[in-house]
């Protein structure tokens, strides 16, 4: 009887947790961070490059396993028409074939 009655408040505790992290995390919790991941190239194990936008940047970076590196900072109408031109040619594309552009 005893632990049964453990079990229910430690689940009861356990969901107000939980509700309370959901109704925290559409409140007080940005809903989109200040670094997003617009593409990702890999080039073999743990090694990659990606074009990702810092607040209102954009940065093309080289990651490898234990560094990253900015490899430069295009202008945001160079990496917008980019990303639009790539969204145009995976949309004619049948989508077994885009699966994996721009998500």
Same mark, same amino acid.
């Given at each position: 009887? !005893?632990? +049964?009655? @453990?079990?229910? %408040? &430690?689940?009861?505790? &356990? $969901?107000? @947790?939980?509700?309370?992290? *959901?109704? #925290?995390? $559409?409140? +007080?919790?940005?809903?989109?961070? =200040?670094?997003? =991941?617009?593409?990702?190239?890999?080039?073999?194990?743990?090694?990659? @490059? %990606?074009?990702?936008?810092? #607040?209102?940047?954009? #940065?093309?970076?080289?990651? %490898?396993? !234990?560094?990253?590196? @900015? #490899?430069?900072?295009?202008?945001?109408?160079?990496? !917008? %028409?980019?990303?639009?031109?790539? &969204?145009?040619?995976? !949309?004619? =594309?049948?989508? *077994?074939?885009? =699966?994996?552009?721009? *998500?």
């Amino acid at each position: 009887m !005893e632990l +049964i009655q @453990i079990v229910v %408040a &430690l689940l009861f505790v &356990l $969901g107000g @947790i939980y509700l309370l992290l *959901k109704f #925290l995390r $559409g409140r +007080i919790l940005p809903r989109n961070g =200040m670094v997003e =991941m617009l593409h990702y190239q890999s080039l073999g194990p743990k090694k990659g @490059i %990606a074009i990702i936008r810092v #607040l209102k940047e954009y #940065l093309v970076v080289g990651i %490898a396993d !234990e560094s990253i590196s @900015i #490899l430069s900072r295009p202008s945001s109408s160079e990496v !917008e %028409a980019s990303l639009k031109n790539e &969204l145009e040619v995976s !949309e004619q =594309m049948p989508k *077994k074939w885009n =699966m994996g552009i721009l *998500k």
